[in-house]
């Protein structure tokens, strides 16, 4: 099984500013992982898969990277609608999800 | 537009069985696999098990080994997860996920459903 590990737990950033979320796996999941946004009361919305290919309607703010092991999601100048709960996921074997890093003003 | 539409909530006792049901169109139906993953009040997201609704076989987590068996319904295209032997543990939000992929292989989810929450009360 690998686990999944994100930091940090919580973010505090202002609008406008740059975000960075990091994602480390317990072995090597190549380039299969994904991110997601989830909102209170609502379905996670894949944002990246393979790393750095963003999903599909998804602002070019939202930067995927890493491979391997460390893995880094930025979103570059947050807007507010960009305040929820982000959670990596690897997919190289059994889906396996982070713990999650919430976003915050 | 891909759709995923879950059954509404449920409150259920100790000891018994719930059963979540998702609808989805012929196409997703029979090009998709579909997971299941819940989320527990506060909590992170714990895959539980994936379908080929189009040939009906499962796999799940080892974890549910026992308690989780999904079935699906060809005339309607939904997919059902039903778990037994419900512990207040299990009170969560259940969400059908599909994946672009018609094999059982580990993959990431690209459309969810609305959640179905779940209580376990003793």
Redesign the interface.
């Known amino acids: 099984e690998t686990v999944m590990t994100q930091s940090p737990a919580t973010l505090s950033v202002s609008p406008g500013e740059r975000a960075t979320l990091s994602c480390r796996a317990s072995q090597s999941v190549n380039d299969k992982l994904a991110w997601y946004q989830q909102k209170p009361g609502q379905a996670p919305r894949l944002l990246i898969y393979g790393a750095s290919t963003r999903a599909t309607g998804i602002p070019a703010r939202f930067r995927g990277s890493g491979s391997g092991t460390e893995f880094t999601l930025t979103i570059s100048s947050l807007q507010s609608e960009d305040f929820a709960v982000y959670y990596c996921q690897q997919y190289n074997d059994w889906p396996f999800f982070g713990g999650g890093t919430k976003v915050e003003i | 537009q891909v759709q995923l539409v879950q059954s509404g909530a449920e409150v259920k006792k100790a000891g018994s069985s719930v059963k979540v049901s998702c609808k989805t169109s012929e196409d997703i139906f029979s090009t998709s696999t579909i997971?299941w993953?819940r989320q527990a009040p506060g909590q992170?997201?714990?895959?539980m098990g994936v379908i080929i609704p189009a040939v009906g076989a499962a796999t799940h987590?080892p974890k549910f080994d026992g308690r989780v068996t999904m079935t699906t319904d060809e005339s309607s295209f939904t997919i059902y997860m039903e778990l037994s032997y419900l512990r207040s543990e299990d009170t969560a939000v259940y969400?059908c996920?599909r994946a672009d992929t018609s094999m059982a292989v580990?993959?990431?989810?690209?459309y969810?459903?609305?959640?179905t929450l779940v209580t376990v009360s003793s």
């Open positions: 997971s993953v992170g997201l714990e895959w987590a969400f996920a580990p993959y990431y989810f690209d969810w459903g609305q959640g």
